[in-house]
T-cell receptor, first 115, second 113 residues
Framework: NAGVTQTPKFRILKIGQSMTLQCAQDMNHNYMYWYRQDPGMGLKLIYYSVGAGITDKGEVPNGYNVSRSTTEDFPLRLELAAPSQTSVYFC??????????????FGQGTRLTVV | RKEVEQDPGPFNVPEGATVAFNCTYSNSASQSFFWYRQDCRKEPKLLMSVYSSGNEDGRFTAQLNRASQYISLLIRDSKLSDSATYLC??????????????FGPGTRLSVLP
């Protein structure tokens, strides 16, 4: 089972460049999330989605955009990369069971460095 | 009050020790709670869900206290392989538009030989 797949695993960007972090899940989960984790720090929610066509901002959305055209895919777009966006990015997905949150499954992360 | 807070750590314990972590949350409507484990430079992985009646999985025991709004994780007979950061997870406050998870800052555990 693939679970949550993120690509690329590593990337170095120059300031001002753009890129898209890909995330796909094969568990038919409605809920998907993007987090960033800076060194030695906790996870911060960037954006999340409750289903295809529906997204919402998290705690730190500035500088990012998302889309959710299908249940499976939830790409994260960086338009003008800045050094402050150097971080590890995790995509996750989850579902509901009888109205209760089920666990979140994470991808392996994308390590992004902006120079 | 922050949505979720954890013991700041780090906890440095010898092998075989028993260690307990606490986590407090502010959203009294929270229903689903989890403990995750995160190894260095890896993604978080579910350690265990936390049920109202408390639950045990081998050397790990999770407890929920709704009245005081905290959950705990007890690790007995610590192993070197238990060294990791333990994340407390509760639902966020976006109940009107779906939900998201709120991850605590994590408590780092180092089990020493």
């Amino acid at each position: 089972n693939a679970g949550v797949t993120q690509t690329p695993k590593f990337r170095i960007l120059k300031i001002g460049q753009s890129m898209t972090l890909q995330c796909a899940q094969d568990m038919n989960h409605n809920y998907m999330y993007w987090y960033r984790q800076d060194p030695g720090m906790g996870l911060k929610l960037i954006y999340y989605s409750v289903g295809a066509g529906i997204t919402d901002k998290g705690e730190v959305p500035n500088g990012y955009n998302v889309s959710r055209s299908t249940t499976e895919d939830f790409p994260l777009r960086l338009e003008l990369a800045a050094p402050s966006q150097t971080s590890v990015y995790f995509c996750a997905s989850s579902s509901k069971d009888r109205g209760q949150n089920t666990e979140a499954f994470f991808g392996q992360g994308t390590r992004l460095t902006v120079v | 009050r922050k949505e979720v807070e954890q013991d700041p750590g780090p906890f440095n314990v010898p092998e075989g020790a028993t260690v307990a972590f606490n986590c407090t949350y502010s959203n009294s409507a929270s229903q689903s709670f989890f403990w995750y484990r995160q190894d260095c430079r890896k993604e978080p992985k579910l350690l265990m869900s936390v049920y109202s009646s408390g639950n045990e999985d081998g050397r790990f025991t999770a407890q929920l206290n709704r009245a005081s709004q905290y959950i705990s994780l007890l690790i007995r007979d610590s192993k070197l392989s238990d060294s990791a950061t333990y994340l407390c997870v509760v639902p966020g406050r976006r109940a009107n538009y779906g939900q998201n998870f709120v991850f605590g800052p994590g408590t780092r555990l180092s089990v020493l030989p």
